[in-house]
């Protein structure tokens, strides 16, 4: 995959400069129950990346100095770090708003049997990964009885008043195409999801976020082998829409990666761009959470990162973190 992250960063990608710093996105480690095709992190059982107690605690001392009104964990799979319940509750203590970006089958899994009473009891987000409503689609992407494990999870958090309105307790699903092309309308792919999910298993839910695939690691892997590289890369560059660019997550998020590095999104950290480099400057000095916890003003109006695989943010109806950033009536669908 060298050859393909050199063509990322070449790139024509419109400039983007930051506001101020809200929301800390910390990758806990790639070590995961799952192996899903369309994995930016390459994430997996055997993989043995983790944040260490060091930088967890260095990553309290950011919180608590202030400013950050989001702490947004993922991985791999950010349940299996030892630090992750402690950096919850601290983070909780410190009054800032905690996002679990969850498999859902983690829950199932030797030593998380609690987990979800532990996120009801933090009243942590669950951001939860459901690429479709439809067991064969879900185990293709994901693993053979993952559906399955999925929407006993689902229902096990409604039972604890996740995606109920009036609890308080978000519960959102995310949505990935399976394949090369572009995600379908948010709104109306929620409105699917609602209907199908709540007829056949009584689940419910908060939102639907959409999020296109990143040519990246697992699923750039995957593109390349089907020929199918370029071609995507056309979709995402012919799909782009400037309306899109005040809403990117880069423009207020630091991601955060398990050696305590800082990247201008999940994405840049997967493509080893740290945050502040220009192009192939892979020289460029690394900023660290020590860094960031001496001087986090210091990135306001800072120039982004930024690479061909940003068109993934941009294209059609947008795509981020936290789903779609523009109007579906006007997505660019495939």
Known sequence: MHAT?????????????????????????????????????????????????????????????????TLDLTGGAPEINPHFRSLVTQARAAGVRVIDRCNLSILFEPGQQDLAEFLAEQRVDVTASLPCYTEDNVDAQRGDGVFEKSIQALQWLNRLGYGDPDSGLALDLVYNPLGAHLPPAQQKLEADYKRLLGERYGIVFNRLLTIANMPIQRFGSMLVSKGQFADYMALLRGSHRDDNLDGVMCRDTVSVDWQGYLHDCDFNQ???????????????????????????????????????????????QGS??????TSTSHAVLA
């Open 5 to 69: 992250i050199h063509l990322l960063r070449k790139s024509d990608f419109p400039a983007l400069r930051r506001r101020a710093l809200r929301n800390l996105q910390v990758n806990l480690g790639y070590r995961c129950n799952q192996s899903c095709q369309h994995c930016h992190v390459n994430a997996g059982p055997n993989r043995t990346e983790a944040l260490d107690a060091d930088n967890a605690a260095l990553i309290v001392q950011v919180l608590r100095r202030g400013g950050i009104d």
């Open 270 to 316: 997967m493509l080893g761009l740290p945050l502040g480099a220009r192009g192939d400057d892979e020289e460029h000095p690394r900023m660290h959470l020590r860094d960031l916890l001496a001087n986090s003003d210091a990135l306001t109006g800072q120039p982004i990162t930024v690479a061909a695989h940003c068109y993934g943010c941009t294209a059609g």
């Open 320 to 325: 981020s973190c936290g789903g779609a950033l």
